[in-house]
T-cell receptor, first 113, second 113 residues
Framework: AQSVTQLGSHVSVSEGALVLLRCNYS??????LFWYVQYPNQGLQLLLK??????LVKGINGFEAEFKKSETSFHLTKPSAHMSDAAEYFC???????????FGQGTTLQVKP | DGGITQSPKYLFRKEGQNVTLSCEQN?????MYWYRQDPGQGLRLIYY???????QKGDIAEGYSVSREKKESFPLTVTSAQKNPTAFYLC????????????FGPGTRLTVL
């Protein structure tokens, strides 16, 4: 069965510093992978997704993620954090047998001035 | 503008009462979903529907019911059988359902007093 693990429930960075949010997945088939962002009391917004093709995926707001099959990882990065990046981030994988999304537990990103 | 609407934003109910949460989409998507979000637990799938007049249980369907009489509407009823209904509820839709990007509504925060 597919699963997603996000390492670190809380990550704190200084404004202008590198953002790295970790996501590892398990899947018996080539996965579809997603990163979503959620601002307080709002729904989720898609940041980026990997289906096939180029393993480095660029998303909105300067975020990108790299699919590494050998490491079963899909870590999210941004070179320079902005205060507006403070939010909760979710990694998700598609369950091959049902097509449903399976979400990680989420990582709260705090950006310090 | 196309999108997903959920109403109301905040909902208060007394214990033992059934309550129905509304979800409407004008994206012409076939598939719709309901998730429950609790702090530190990510998103858990309650019910999903891939076509009108058909729906399937997700991971935590007990105490909930849904209907899909129209393509654009997927209401969720939280029944008195749900032991801990206080949570943030998110509705989502996708074009077909198997691995497609899901678009989320703004959510409804239900508090049972």
């Amino acid at each position: 069965a597919q699963s997603v693990t996000q390492l670190g429930s809380h990550v704190s960075v200084s404004e202008g510093a590198l953002v790295l949010l970790r996501c590892n997945y398990s899947s018996s088939v080539p996965p579809y992978l997603f990163w979503y962002v959620q601002y307080p009391n709002q729904g989720l917004q898609l940041l980026l997704k990997y289906t096939t093709g180029a393993t480095l995926v660029k998303g909105i707001n300067g975020f990108e993620a790299e699919f590494k099959k050998s490491e079963t990882s899909f870590h999210l990065t941004k070179p320079s954090a902005h205060m507006s990046d403070a939010a909760e981030y979710f990694c998700a994988v598609v369950a091959s047998n049902t097509g449903k999304l399976i979400f990680g537990q989420g990582t709260t990103l705090q950006v310090k001035p | 503008d196309g999108g997903i609407t959920q109403s109301p934003k905040y909902l208060f109910r007394k214990e033992g009462q059934n309550v129905t949460l509304s979800c409407e989409q004008n994206l012409n998507h076939d598939a719709m979903y309901w998730y429950r979000q609790d702090p530190g637990q990510g998103l858990r799938l309650i019910y999903y529907s891939q076509i009108v007049n058909d729906f399937q249980k997700g991971d935590i369907a007990e105490g909930y019911s849904v209907s899909r009489e129209k393509k654009e509407s997927f209401p969720l009823t939280v029944t008195s059988a749900q032991k801990n209904p206080t949570a943030f509820y998110l509705c989502a839709s996708s074009i077909r359902g198997r691995g497609d990007e899901q678009f989320f509504g703004p959510g409804t925060r239900l508090t049972v007093l």
